[in-house]
Every structure is written in structure tokens, then in C-alpha cells.
């Protein structure tokens, strides 16, 4: 059976279509800070720079629940049948990090 996370050496193969996704998300994020860059160097108006500013941190937070779901549907759930319990405390600490 190949096993989409090799948690052992800490990587994961990611489909093409999962690779893709999050690329394309990346890539739409790269944007926008870029366009927040531009702002701040045309003197745009700091309102206008704060609600794009919210926008790449609601980007950024899709990315990581997309991110997240593949990886409690792969490594996670591959773990947990072949009886490596410690990968749900690894969960646990992601889970609080990110609920900082």
C-alpha cells in the first residue's frame, strides 16, 4: 500500500491535484501581498491597505483548514491504522498553534 505521508522524514506526496490547489492558492496570495506592497508604495490609504491586509489573512486561513482537512484525511487517518498514536498528539499541537 503506498502511503501518501512518509511522517517518519516528515514529507508528504501530494496528488496532482492537491499539489495543484494549494499552488494556485499560494499564488493568489503572492498577489495580493504584492498589490499591499504597491499600496503602502503609492501612499494608499491605511483603511485600504488594512481591509486587503484582512483579506490575505482570510486567504491564508483557507489554505491552512484546505491544508489541514488533506492532512487529517491522509497522514493522520494512515497513522492511526498503522497504530502510530503519537501522530494525534502532533495534531493536537498543530491544532493550538493555530488557534493562537
Known amino acids: 500500500m503506498e502511503k501518501n505521508c512518509c511522517c517518519n522524514h516528515k514529507t508528504k506526496h501530494r496528488s496532482e491535484e492537491e499539489y495543484k490547489a494549494l499552488i494556485n ?5 503572492e498577489g495580493q501581498v504584492r498589490g499591499i506592497r504597491k499600496m503602502v508604495e503609492n501612499d494608499a490609504y491605511c483603511v485600504d491597505i ?20 488533506n492532512h487529517i484525511r491522509t497522514c493522520v487517518m494512515d497513522d492511526i491504522k498503522n497504530g502510530k498514536d503519537e501522530t ?10 493555530l488557534m493562537k
Open 25 to 29: 492558492r499560494l499564488n493568489r496570495i
Open 50 to 69: 488594512l481591509t486587503q491586509v484582512s483579506a490575505i489573512q482570510a486567504a491564508l486561513n483557507a489554505f491552512n483548514r484546505e491544508l489541514l482537512a
Open 88 to 97: 494525534v498528539d502532533e495534531l493536537v499541537q498543530t491544532l493550538q498553534k
